[in-house]
Structures are given as C-alpha cells and as structure tokens.
C-alpha cells in the first residue's frame, strides 16, 4: 500500500506507558521508529494506521511535568527542561 506520509493525526495519553503496552498486542502495526523524547521531555510514538496514515501519540504534558518531579527534578529544573515558565507549568498542572 502506497502511503502518502502528507497528513499526521496527532493524540496525547495520560497513561503513555499502559498505551504502549497495548500497541504491542497488535503484532502488525507498522512504526515510524522507536519512541522518541522531545527535548523537552514528551515522549512521543508514530505508527501507520490501516489506510497509511500517519497517527503520533504523545505523552500528555500535564504527565510529562508529574514524571519528570516524580524522578527528582525541582520544578525550576523542569521549567528550563521544558523552557516553560514555573508559572504556565503550575496552571497546567493544577487544570
């Protein structure tokens, strides 16, 4: 099947982790590489859906923040990793 690799549906997922574990009950799904990380921290896969579309399913961001304090980081770290102010990344986490 021709793929025209012009369109992407792009998702996030909250539980990117479970979504990927998933992905790998379906033997024949063709992947536009491994997982990648973002330099900002969001994790991301691409995959062919069944008409060769492309589809990318990111990491939540309200998630990226949780994982990235959860190993440690300050949240000032996190606002330079995320080049984001603490400001913007405390509303997003509080929504």
């Known amino acids: 099947m021709s ?19 998933k992905l790998k ?24 859906d069944l008409d060769g579309h492309i589809v990318e399913v990111g990491e939540d961001m309200k998630m990226v923040i949780k994982r990235f304090l959860a190993s440690g ?3 000032e770290e996190v606002s330079v990793k995320m080049d984001a102010s603490i400001e913007d ?3 997003l986490l509080n929504s």
């Open 89 to 91: 990344l405390t509303k």
């Open 73 to 75: 980081m300050t949240m």
């Open 25 to 48: 009950e379906y033997p024949g799904i063709e992947y536009l590489g491994d997982v990648l990380e973002h330099r900002w921290g969001q994790r991301v896969i691409r995959f062919y």
């Open 3 to 21: 793929k025209s690799n012009n369109a992407e549906i792009v998702f996030e997922e909250q539980d990117f982790d479970g979504f990927l574990a």
